[in-house]
C-alpha cells in the first residue's frame, strides 16, 4: 500500500462509451501524474498537476481529458476511444514538482481495454 | 530524444544465484531511480541515486550509479522468488522531467 489509490482496478468498455479513471491520494502530496504503461514500451508520462494546475501535457490526444479538482484527487476521463489505448495506466504523486524524480508514489493501476 | 535502455529485457535464474541488470543512456542524469512492478501492481520505488559514483545497499540489493550519471546497475545477491518482477529504473531530466526505461523482467525460479 503506497497511500495512492486507483478505482477502478479494471475496466472494459467499448469505443463509444464514456468512462473515468480515478485516483486519490492521502500522503499530503501536491504534485500528482498520470502515466501510461503499455506492452513493451516504458512508461509514458501524459499529464503532470502541481498545485491542482496542469504543467505539462505530452501530447496526449484529446479523447483524454484529466481533471483535479484538488490535490488529493485527479482524475482521467475517456471518451471515444481506441483499441490501441489499451493499456494500464497509472497514477503517481510526490510532494511537489521537484521530488518528481526522487520520490513518486505509484497507484496500483487501472487496466483499461478498449474492444 | 533521451532514451534509458535496460539490459537484458528477461533473466530467469534458478533461486539462491546472484545477478545484476543494467541501465545505460547517452544521457547524464540529475538522479537514477529503480522501481520493483510486480504483475497487476505500480511500480514501488526502491531506490534513489543522485551522485555519480554513488553506491546504495538495500538489503540483498546493491545499486550504483555511474561517475558519469549516465548509467546504472542493480544487482542482487542470493535471489529469492520474492525477487521476482519488472524491474525500472528512471532518469531525472530536469527537476520536473523523468523518463523510464523499458524494464527488466526478472523470474526466480524455487
Known amino acids: 500500500e503506497t497511500g495512492v489509490t486507483q478505482t477502478p482496478r479494471h475496466l472494459v468498455m467499448g469505443m463509444t462509451n464514456k468512462k473515468s479513471l480515478k485516483c486519490e491520494q492521502h500522503?499530503?502530496?501536491?504534485?500528482m501524474y498520470w502515466y501510461k504503461q503499455s506492452a513493451k514500451k516504458p512508461l509514458e508520462l501524459m499529464f503532470v498537476?502541481?498545485?491542482?494546475?496542469?504543467?505539462e501535457n505530452n501530447s496526449v490526444p484529446s479523447r483524454f481529458s484529466p481533471e483535479c479538482p484538488n490535490s488529493s484527487h485527479l482524475f482521467l476521463h475517456l471518451h471515444t476511444l481506441q483499441p490501441e489505448d489499451s493499456a494500464l495506466y497509472l497514477c503517481?504523486?510526490?510532494?511537489?514538482?521537484?521530488?518528481?524524480?526522487?520520490?513518486?508514489?505509484f497507484g496500483q493501476g487501472t487496466r483499461l481495454t478498449v474492444v | 530524444t533521451q532514451l534509458l535502455e535496460q539490459s537484458p529485457q528477461f533473466l530467469s535464474i534458478q533461486e539462491g544465484e546472484n545477478l545484476t541488470v543494467y541501465c545505460n543512456s547517452s544521457?547524464?542524469?540529475?538522479?537514477l531511480q529503480w522501481y520493483r512492478q510486480e504483475p497487476g501492481e505500480g511500480p514501488v520505488l526502491l531506490v534513489t541515486?543522485?551522485?555519480?559514483?554513488e553506491v546504495k545497499k538495500l538489503k540483498r540489493l546493491t545499486f550504483q550509479f555511474g561517475d558519469a550519471r549516465k548509467d546504472s546497475s542493480l544487482h542482487i545477491t542470493a535471489a529469492q522468488p520474492g525477487d521476482t518482477g519488472l524491474y525500472l529504473c528512471?532518469?531525472?531530466?530536469?527537476?520536473?522531467?523523468?523518463?523510464f526505461g523499458p524494464g527488466t523482467s526478472l523470474s526466480v525460479i524455487p
Open positions: 503517481a504523486s510526490s510532494q511537489d514538482l521537484r521530488r518528481m524524480n526522487t520520490e513518486a508514489f
Open positions: 500522503l499530503g502530496h501536491n504534485a
Open positions: 541515486v543522485v551522485t555519480g559514483g
Open positions: 498537476y502541481n498545485f491542482k494546475e496542469q504543467t
Open positions: 544521457s547524464v542524469f540529475s538522479s
Open positions: 528512471a532518469g531525472g531530466v530536469s527537476y520536473d522531467k523523468v523518463i
